[in-house]
Protein backbone atom coordinates (compact mmCIF):
# COMPACT_ATOMS: atom_id res chain seq x y z
CA UNK A 1 0.00 0.00 0.00
CA UNK A 2 1.21 3.33 -0.64
CA UNK A 3 0.51 5.87 2.18
CA UNK A 4 0.03 9.43 1.51
CA UNK A 5 2.48 11.89 2.92
CA UNK A 6 1.35 14.99 4.35
CA UNK A 7 1.45 18.51 3.24
CA UNK A 8 3.35 20.33 5.78
CA UNK A 9 1.06 22.66 8.29
CA UNK A 10 -1.63 19.95 8.09
CA UNK A 11 -3.51 18.69 10.97
CA UNK A 12 -5.03 15.35 10.65
CA UNK A 13 -8.50 14.71 11.90
CA UNK A 14 -9.23 10.45 12.35
CA UNK A 15 -12.50 10.50 11.35
CA UNK A 16 -15.24 8.23 9.69
CA UNK A 17 -18.30 9.68 7.77
CA UNK A 18 -20.98 8.39 9.98
CA UNK A 19 -19.64 9.07 13.55
CA UNK A 20 -21.51 11.59 15.49
CA UNK A 21 -18.60 13.18 16.93
CA UNK A 22 -16.53 13.26 13.70
CA UNK A 23 -19.53 15.45 12.45
CA UNK A 24 -18.51 17.88 15.44
CA UNK A 25 -14.92 18.50 15.23
CA UNK A 26 -15.25 18.19 11.04
CA UNK A 27 -17.94 21.23 10.77
CA UNK A 28 -15.67 22.92 13.61
CA UNK A 29 -12.56 22.71 11.59
CA UNK A 30 -14.04 23.55 8.32
CA UNK A 31 -15.58 27.04 9.74
CA UNK A 32 -12.57 27.68 11.46
CA UNK A 33 -10.47 27.40 8.76
CA UNK A 34 -7.63 25.19 9.68
CA UNK A 35 -6.39 23.55 6.77
CA UNK A 36 -7.15 19.34 7.42
CA UNK A 37 -7.06 15.92 5.88
CA UNK A 38 -9.67 13.41 7.00
CA UNK A 39 -7.99 9.44 7.31
CA UNK A 40 -9.82 6.42 8.36
CA UNK A 41 -9.03 3.67 10.71
CA UNK A 42 -7.95 1.06 7.84
CA UNK A 43 -4.84 3.42 7.17
CA UNK A 44 -2.01 1.85 9.59
CA UNK A 45 -0.93 5.55 11.57
CA UNK A 46 -4.62 4.99 13.40
CA UNK A 47 -3.95 2.06 15.63
CA UNK A 48 0.39 3.05 15.73
CA UNK A 49 -0.14 6.41 16.14
CA UNK A 50 -3.55 8.11 16.81
CA UNK A 51 -4.99 5.02 19.20
CA UNK A 52 -1.66 4.64 21.14
CA UNK A 53 -1.63 8.02 21.71
CA UNK A 54 -5.08 8.88 23.24
CA UNK A 55 -5.51 4.72 24.68
CA UNK A 56 -8.34 4.53 23.59
CA UNK A 57 -9.85 3.33 20.55
CA UNK A 58 -12.18 6.04 19.54
CA UNK A 59 -12.84 8.43 16.67
CA UNK A 60 -12.43 11.17 16.19
CA UNK A 61 -8.80 12.29 16.93
CA UNK A 62 -7.35 15.06 15.92
CA UNK A 63 -3.19 14.79 15.07
CA UNK A 64 -1.64 18.63 14.67
CA UNK A 65 1.26 19.43 12.36
CA UNK A 66 3.83 18.91 15.42
CA UNK A 67 2.70 15.52 15.95
CA UNK A 68 0.20 16.05 19.19
CA UNK A 69 -3.04 14.20 19.61
CA UNK A 70 -6.51 15.44 21.24
CA UNK A 71 -9.52 13.64 21.61
CA UNK A 72 -12.59 14.45 22.73
CA UNK A 73 -14.40 17.13 20.42
CA UNK A 74 -14.51 19.69 23.18
CA UNK A 75 -10.80 19.43 24.38
CA UNK A 76 -10.12 19.60 20.51
CA UNK A 77 -12.23 23.25 20.18
CA UNK A 78 -10.29 24.62 23.28
CA UNK A 79 -7.05 23.60 21.90
CA UNK A 80 -7.57 24.80 18.77
CA UNK A 81 -9.16 28.00 20.13
CA UNK A 82 -6.25 28.26 22.13
CA UNK A 83 -3.97 28.14 19.26
CA UNK A 84 -6.29 30.44 16.74
CA UNK A 85 -8.29 33.16 18.40
CA UNK A 86 -9.57 33.68 14.20
CA UNK A 87 -12.21 33.38 13.19
CA UNK A 88 -14.29 34.10 15.48
CA UNK A 89 -16.07 30.98 17.41
CA UNK A 90 -16.89 32.08 20.91
CA UNK A 91 -18.87 34.77 21.32
CA UNK A 92 -17.13 37.42 23.99
CA UNK A 93 -20.25 39.12 25.30
CA UNK A 94 -20.77 37.41 28.78
CA UNK A 95 -24.33 35.84 28.04
CA UNK A 96 -24.70 34.47 25.00
CA UNK A 97 -21.40 32.52 25.67
CA UNK A 98 -22.63 31.03 28.32
CA UNK A 99 -25.61 30.11 26.07
CA UNK A 100 -23.83 29.00 23.64
CA UNK A 101 -21.73 26.51 25.84
CA UNK A 102 -24.91 24.65 27.22
CA UNK A 103 -25.75 24.11 23.93
CA UNK A 104 -22.60 22.33 23.25
CA UNK A 105 -22.56 20.46 25.98
CA UNK A 106 -26.22 19.53 25.59
CA UNK A 107 -25.99 18.83 21.80
CA UNK A 108 -22.64 16.27 22.35
CA UNK A 109 -24.26 14.85 24.65
CA UNK A 110 -28.54 14.81 25.74
CA UNK A 111 -29.40 13.88 21.62
CA UNK A 112 -27.30 10.38 22.11
CA UNK A 113 -29.68 8.34 22.82
CA UNK A 114 -32.09 9.27 20.04
CA UNK A 115 -28.97 9.11 17.35
CA UNK A 116 -28.50 6.43 18.35
CA UNK A 117 -32.22 5.24 18.50
CA UNK A 118 -32.87 6.60 14.76
CA UNK A 119 -29.75 4.44 13.71
CA UNK A 120 -30.47 1.12 15.15
CA UNK A 121 -34.20 0.91 16.14
CA UNK A 122 -34.85 1.41 12.08
CA UNK A 123 -31.97 -0.92 11.08
CA UNK A 124 -33.79 -3.02 8.59
CA UNK A 125 -35.19 -0.15 6.73
CA UNK A 126 -31.43 1.29 6.14
CA UNK A 127 -29.19 -2.11 6.49
CA UNK A 128 -27.45 -1.55 3.40
CA UNK A 129 -26.20 1.96 3.94
CA UNK A 130 -25.19 1.20 7.09
CA UNK A 131 -22.93 -1.91 6.27
CA UNK A 132 -21.42 0.40 3.87
CA UNK A 133 -20.80 2.95 6.48
CA UNK A 134 -18.92 0.42 8.92
CA UNK A 135 -17.48 -1.32 6.42
CA UNK A 136 -15.33 1.71 5.62
CA UNK A 137 -14.16 1.36 9.65
CA UNK A 138 -13.04 -1.56 8.85
CA UNK A 139 -12.12 -2.36 5.46
CA UNK A 140 -10.48 -0.18 2.16
CA UNK A 141 -10.59 -2.06 -0.91
CA UNK A 142 -12.38 -2.42 -4.21
CA UNK A 143 -14.57 -5.65 -2.75
CA UNK A 144 -18.08 -3.98 -2.16
CA UNK A 145 -19.53 -7.34 -1.03
CA UNK A 146 -16.21 -7.59 1.52
CA UNK A 147 -17.05 -4.00 2.58
CA UNK A 148 -20.66 -5.12 3.60
CA UNK A 149 -19.55 -7.94 6.10
CA UNK A 150 -16.34 -6.29 7.23
CA UNK A 151 -18.22 -3.62 9.56
CA UNK A 152 -20.46 -6.67 11.41
CA UNK A 153 -18.44 -6.29 14.57
CA UNK A 154 -18.97 -2.79 14.74
CA UNK A 155 -22.60 -2.74 13.90
CA UNK A 156 -23.49 -5.35 16.88
CA UNK A 157 -21.28 -3.45 19.09
CA UNK A 158 -22.18 -0.24 18.85
CA UNK A 159 -26.59 -1.53 18.66
CA UNK A 160 -26.02 -2.96 21.57
CA UNK A 161 -25.78 0.96 23.27
CA UNK A 162 -29.71 0.84 22.95
CA UNK A 163 -30.71 -0.03 26.75
CA UNK A 164 -28.24 1.43 28.15
CA UNK A 165 -29.05 4.41 26.53
CA UNK A 166 -32.34 4.51 27.42
CA UNK A 167 -34.22 3.16 24.61
CA UNK A 168 -36.69 0.58 24.71
CA UNK A 169 -39.94 -0.30 23.33
CA UNK A 170 -41.99 1.76 26.27
CA UNK A 171 -39.75 5.18 25.85
CA UNK A 172 -39.68 5.30 22.14
CA UNK A 173 -42.70 7.09 21.53
CA UNK A 174 -42.06 9.84 24.35
CA UNK A 175 -38.21 10.18 22.95
CA UNK A 176 -39.66 10.59 19.12
CA UNK A 177 -42.54 13.20 20.44
CA UNK A 178 -39.58 15.05 21.96
CA UNK A 179 -37.42 15.07 19.21
CA UNK A 180 -40.04 16.07 16.79
CA UNK A 181 -40.62 19.03 19.55
CA UNK A 182 -37.10 19.76 19.11
CA UNK A 183 -36.70 19.87 15.38
CA UNK A 184 -39.76 21.91 14.73
CA UNK A 185 -38.41 24.63 17.84
CA UNK A 186 -35.10 24.71 15.50
CA UNK A 187 -36.49 24.66 12.22
CA UNK A 188 -38.82 28.43 13.24
CA UNK A 189 -35.50 29.63 14.66
CA UNK A 190 -33.25 28.62 11.20
CA UNK A 191 -36.22 30.23 9.63
CA UNK A 192 -34.92 33.72 10.63
CA UNK A 193 -31.06 33.17 11.26
CA UNK A 194 -28.51 30.80 9.77
CA UNK A 195 -26.97 29.80 13.15
CA UNK A 196 -28.30 29.37 16.54
CA UNK A 197 -26.25 32.18 17.74
CA UNK A 198 -27.02 34.88 14.63
CA UNK A 199 -25.09 35.52 11.48
CA UNK A 200 -22.03 33.80 12.68
CA UNK A 201 -21.56 30.00 14.23
CA UNK A 202 -20.49 29.34 17.56
CA UNK A 203 -19.71 26.13 19.59
CA UNK A 204 -23.48 25.94 20.21
CA UNK A 205 -23.91 24.73 16.40
CA UNK A 206 -21.02 22.70 16.74
CA UNK A 207 -22.45 20.55 19.34
CA UNK A 208 -25.24 20.13 17.92
CA UNK A 209 -23.79 19.42 14.67
CA UNK A 210 -22.74 15.79 16.67
CA UNK A 211 -26.12 14.27 16.93
CA UNK A 212 -28.10 16.59 14.10
CA UNK A 213 -25.12 15.15 10.90
CA UNK A 214 -23.97 11.87 11.11
CA UNK A 215 -26.57 9.96 12.31
CA UNK A 216 -30.04 12.54 12.17
CA UNK A 217 -29.29 14.52 9.21
CA UNK A 218 -27.60 11.52 7.30
CA UNK A 219 -28.74 8.18 8.07
CA UNK A 220 -31.62 7.22 5.46
CA UNK A 221 -34.70 6.56 7.79
CA UNK A 222 -33.89 9.90 10.38
CA UNK A 223 -32.55 12.24 7.70
CA UNK A 224 -35.70 11.67 5.53
CA UNK A 225 -37.92 12.91 8.78
CA UNK A 226 -35.54 16.34 9.21
CA UNK A 227 -35.68 16.88 5.70
CA UNK A 228 -39.86 16.52 5.73
CA UNK A 229 -40.49 17.69 8.92
CA UNK A 230 -37.61 20.19 10.02
CA UNK A 231 -36.21 21.34 6.12
CA UNK A 232 -34.34 24.44 7.58
CA UNK A 233 -32.22 21.90 9.89
CA UNK A 234 -31.16 19.88 7.66
CA UNK A 235 -30.40 23.14 5.37
CA UNK A 236 -28.07 24.06 8.56
CA UNK A 237 -26.39 20.82 8.55
CA UNK A 238 -25.14 21.38 4.84
CA UNK A 239 -24.33 25.05 5.76
CA UNK A 240 -22.08 23.68 8.67
CA UNK A 241 -20.15 21.73 6.22
CA UNK A 242 -19.39 24.48 4.06
CA UNK A 243 -16.19 26.96 4.67
CA UNK A 244 -18.18 30.54 4.04
CA UNK A 245 -19.73 32.08 7.49
CA UNK A 246 -22.69 33.96 5.33
CA UNK A 247 -25.26 32.54 3.96
CA UNK A 248 -26.83 33.65 0.29
CA UNK A 249 -29.95 32.54 1.90
CA UNK A 250 -29.25 35.52 4.69
CA UNK A 251 -27.93 38.71 2.81
CA UNK A 252 -28.47 41.18 4.17
CA UNK A 253 -27.49 39.50 8.17
CA UNK A 254 -23.87 40.23 8.82
CA UNK A 255 -21.31 37.90 9.96
CA UNK A 256 -22.12 38.64 13.77
CA UNK A 257 -24.03 37.26 16.88
CA UNK A 258 -27.13 38.73 17.33
CA UNK A 259 -26.57 42.34 18.94
CA UNK A 260 -26.50 43.24 22.71
CA UNK A 261 -26.02 39.97 23.78
CA UNK A 262 -29.49 39.30 23.06
CA UNK A 263 -31.49 35.79 22.82
CA UNK A 264 -34.49 35.83 20.27
CA UNK A 265 -37.81 34.70 21.92
CA UNK A 266 -37.17 31.30 19.23
CA UNK A 267 -34.07 30.42 21.12
CA UNK A 268 -35.50 30.70 23.94
CA UNK A 269 -37.62 28.34 23.00
CA UNK A 270 -34.78 25.91 22.05
CA UNK A 271 -33.22 26.36 25.62
CA UNK A 272 -37.02 25.96 27.39
CA UNK A 273 -36.66 22.57 25.43
CA UNK A 274 -33.18 21.71 26.46
CA UNK A 275 -34.14 22.65 30.38
CA UNK A 276 -37.59 20.03 29.99
CA UNK A 277 -35.40 17.51 28.47
CA UNK A 278 -32.40 17.22 29.73
CA UNK A 279 -32.91 18.27 33.01
CA UNK A 280 -34.44 15.11 35.03
CA UNK A 281 -30.97 12.96 33.53
CA UNK A 282 -28.98 15.52 34.52
CA UNK A 283 -30.12 15.61 38.43
CA UNK A 284 -30.81 11.92 38.27
CA UNK A 285 -26.57 11.71 36.88
CA UNK A 286 -25.70 13.98 39.73
CA UNK A 287 -27.34 12.00 42.31
CA UNK A 288 -25.53 8.72 40.70
CA UNK A 289 -22.08 10.22 41.21
CA UNK A 290 -22.59 11.78 45.21
CA UNK A 291 -23.67 8.11 45.77
CA UNK A 292 -20.47 6.49 44.08
CA UNK A 293 -18.53 9.09 45.57
CA UNK A 294 -20.08 8.29 49.27
CA UNK A 295 -19.35 4.05 48.63
CA UNK A 296 -15.82 4.83 47.11
CA UNK A 297 -13.28 4.35 50.16
CA UNK A 298 -10.97 6.67 49.37
CA UNK A 299 -12.06 8.83 46.29
CA UNK A 300 -8.65 10.72 45.11
CA UNK A 301 -7.65 13.21 42.70
CA UNK A 302 -6.67 11.33 39.49
CA UNK A 303 -9.04 8.39 40.66
CA UNK A 304 -10.64 7.33 37.28
CA UNK A 305 -14.29 7.69 37.58
CA UNK A 306 -15.98 4.61 36.10
CA UNK A 307 -17.28 1.55 37.68
CA UNK A 308 -14.90 -0.73 37.05
CA UNK A 309 -12.06 1.81 36.94
CA UNK A 310 -10.85 1.49 33.82
CA UNK A 311 -10.35 4.08 30.35
CA UNK A 312 -13.17 4.69 28.53
CA UNK A 313 -15.10 6.74 26.58
CA UNK A 314 -18.43 6.10 27.94
CA UNK A 315 -17.80 5.65 31.45
CA UNK A 316 -20.78 4.48 33.81
CA UNK A 317 -21.50 4.83 37.44
CA UNK A 318 -24.32 2.52 37.03
CA UNK A 319 -28.32 2.42 36.62
CA UNK A 320 -30.16 5.81 36.84
CA UNK A 321 -33.61 5.96 37.25
CA UNK A 322 -35.93 9.14 36.53
CA UNK A 323 -39.46 10.61 35.51
CA UNK A 324 -39.12 11.82 31.99
CA UNK A 325 -41.80 13.07 29.80
CA UNK A 326 -44.37 11.03 31.89
CA UNK A 327 -42.03 7.76 31.34
CA UNK A 328 -39.88 6.22 33.91
CA UNK A 329 -36.79 5.94 32.32
CA UNK A 330 -33.79 3.67 33.09
CA UNK A 331 -30.61 4.17 31.75
CA UNK A 332 -26.36 3.75 32.06
CA UNK A 333 -25.32 6.72 34.36
CA UNK A 334 -23.47 9.45 31.93
CA UNK A 335 -20.84 10.95 34.43
CA UNK A 336 -18.61 12.35 31.06
CA UNK A 337 -22.25 14.47 30.65
CA UNK A 338 -21.93 16.18 34.16
CA UNK A 339 -18.32 16.81 33.37
CA UNK A 340 -19.36 18.35 30.07
CA UNK A 341 -22.65 20.12 31.34
CA UNK A 342 -20.76 21.26 34.49
CA UNK A 343 -18.01 23.60 32.24
CA UNK A 344 -20.98 25.27 30.39
CA UNK A 345 -22.55 25.90 34.15
CA UNK A 346 -19.14 26.87 35.13
CA UNK A 347 -19.61 29.97 32.75
CA UNK A 348 -23.17 30.61 34.22
CA UNK A 349 -21.91 30.85 37.17
CA UNK A 350 -18.67 33.31 36.66
CA UNK A 351 -21.65 36.02 35.25
CA UNK A 352 -21.89 39.16 37.46
CA UNK A 353 -23.57 41.74 38.13
CA UNK A 354 -26.26 42.99 35.38
CA UNK A 355 -25.26 39.81 32.65
CA UNK A 356 -25.91 37.69 35.99
CA UNK A 357 -29.37 38.71 36.14
CA UNK A 358 -29.93 38.75 32.53
CA UNK A 359 -28.69 35.59 32.70
CA UNK A 360 -31.20 34.39 35.84
CA UNK A 361 -34.45 35.89 34.61
CA UNK A 362 -33.66 33.70 30.82
CA UNK A 363 -32.82 30.65 33.13
CA UNK A 364 -36.55 31.48 35.10
CA UNK A 365 -38.75 32.16 31.94
CA UNK A 366 -37.17 28.90 30.47
CA UNK A 367 -37.84 26.79 32.97
CA UNK A 368 -33.79 26.25 34.00
CA UNK A 369 -33.49 27.58 37.53
CA UNK A 370 -33.50 24.08 38.54
CA UNK A 371 -31.15 23.01 35.93
CA UNK A 372 -29.00 25.65 36.62
CA UNK A 373 -28.55 25.29 40.44
CA UNK A 374 -26.94 21.40 40.13
CA UNK A 375 -23.88 21.61 41.47
CA UNK A 376 -21.07 18.73 40.92
CA UNK A 377 -20.17 17.13 44.69
CA UNK A 378 -16.42 16.92 43.78
CA UNK A 379 -14.86 18.38 40.72
CA UNK A 380 -14.39 16.72 37.21
CA UNK A 381 -11.96 16.75 34.62
CA UNK A 382 -10.18 14.92 31.68
CA UNK A 383 -6.89 13.54 32.24
CA UNK A 384 -5.57 11.12 29.41
CA UNK A 385 -8.72 10.24 27.33
CA UNK A 386 -10.05 9.09 30.86
CA UNK A 387 -12.75 11.48 33.27
CA UNK A 388 -11.02 11.68 36.38
CA UNK A 389 -11.37 12.93 40.15
CA UNK A 390 -10.58 16.50 40.28
N1 LIG B 1 -16.61 12.45 24.18
C1 LIG B 1 -16.02 11.93 22.97
C2 LIG B 1 -16.91 10.83 22.40
C3 LIG B 1 -16.35 10.18 21.16
C4 LIG B 1 -17.17 8.96 20.74
O1 LIG B 1 -18.08 8.50 21.42
N2 LIG B 1 -16.86 8.46 19.53
C5 LIG B 1 -17.50 7.25 19.05
C6 LIG B 1 -17.69 7.31 17.57
S1 LIG B 1 -18.79 8.63 17.13
C7 LIG B 1 -16.58 6.10 19.38
O2 LIG B 1 -15.50 6.00 18.83
N3 LIG B 1 -17.01 5.28 20.33
C8 LIG B 1 -16.23 4.17 20.78
C9 LIG B 1 -16.84 3.57 22.02
O3 LIG B 1 -17.84 4.09 22.51
O4 LIG B 1 -16.27 2.56 22.48
C10 LIG B 1 -15.79 13.08 21.98
O5 LIG B 1 -16.44 14.12 22.09
O6 LIG B 1 -14.88 12.95 21.13
Known amino acids: MTIQQKPPGLFTLWSVAHSLYAGKARAYLIKKGVPFRELYPPHPGYRARAVAAAKVEVIPILETPEGEFIQDTTDIIEFVEARFSEPQMIPDTPVQRAVAWLLEAFGSEYLLPLAMHYRWS???????????EFGRVTYAGPDREAARQSGQRYMDYFSGFLPALGVTPETIPALETSYAELLNALDVHLQRFPYLLGGRPSVADFGLMAPMFAHLGRDPVPAGLMKTTAPNVFRWTERMNRSQISDGEFFDLPETYFPNDEIPPSLEAVLALVFKDWGPELAANMDRFSTWLKTEPRPSAGQIVSRDGLRRVHPSLGWIHYDW????????????TLWHFDRAADHARGLEGEAKRRFSALARRTGGELVMSLRLPRPLKREDSALVLG
Not at 122 to 132: I, K
Not at 325 to 336: D, I, L, W, Y
Open 122 to 132: YRTEQETFLRA
Open 325 to 336: NGQSMRRASAPH
